[in-house]
């Protein structure tokens, strides 16, 4: 049973940087596609962006492109989520996802991952 654990949530300001990590537990790290998805409070959980197996190919939601970059560190079997320009529209619960592929180009982008972690909390303040 794959666990995967985020961390790094915290309260920031309008336009601060912030780096969300997440331990897995997946193995071999390589065989999974991976992401992140997001709960703002009162909303529906929503994707943010997803990775594939070997990091070849993002994908981004709109509202995010240009300002968070997804990646895997593979020696330490990490997903990071580095999120610039932080606005308060970011404020949300966010979730790492694992999902393992035969492709090593998918890229997932629905809720659809076997493997959750539990939610770190991001608030952007104005």
């Known amino acids: 049973q794959a666990q995967l654990v985020e961390s790094g949530g915290r309260l920031v300001q309008s336009g601060d940087s912030l780096r969300l990590s997440c331990t897995a537990s997946t193995s071999p790290f390589s065989d999974y596609a991976m992401a992140w998805f997001r709960r703002p409070p009162g909303k529906e959980r929503e994707f943010v962006a997803a990775?594939?197996?070997?990091?070849?190919?993002?994908e981004y939601t709109n509202t995010v492109k240009d300002r968070f970059i997804i990646t895997k560190d593979y020696n330490n079997r990490m997903l990071y989520l580095d999120m610039n320009s932080l606005k308060p529209e970011d404020t949300a619960v966010y979730y790492c996802a694992a999902e393992r592929t035969q492709s090593t180009t998918e890229v997932i982008t629905t809720p659809t991952y076997h493997y959750w972690g539990q939610g770190t909390q991001v608030t952007v303040s104005s």
């Open positions: 990775i594939s197996r070997y990091s070849s190919r993002t």
